[in-house]
């Protein structure tokens, strides 16, 4: 039977052939991954989303449109020069539309 410090031995020369394997298949692995970015031309942004660094941000739906200039505001934030002086429901997405009370008015 192999005594203590033959088998401490052994472990130290497995344990540097493992680290040099490691070593070898990472540069293997960011070789090719630097290519793949290079040819798909991926942004520093999208790898950081992907990897869960970063979080997309999304706008939320609009809640609100001008339809003199087709901004819309989703209600959130700041209320935007548009809107300053305004009643909001009369520019609510999906609103209905006044009608003319006239007959033949349109």
Sequence with gaps: MADLNTLRADLGRVNELL?????????????????????????EKEIRVALGYDKVKTKGPAKYY??????????????????????LEDYLVGAPQPQAWWPGEE
């Design 66 to 87: 001008d339809p003199q200039t087709g901004k819309k505001w989703s209600g959130k934030g700041k209320r935007p020069k548009w809107l300053e002086g305004k009643q």
């Design 19 to 43: 680290a040099d394997a490691r070593a070898r298949e990472i540069a293997t692995v960011l070789a090719q991954l630097k290519e793949d970015v290079a040819l798909l031309k991926i942004t």
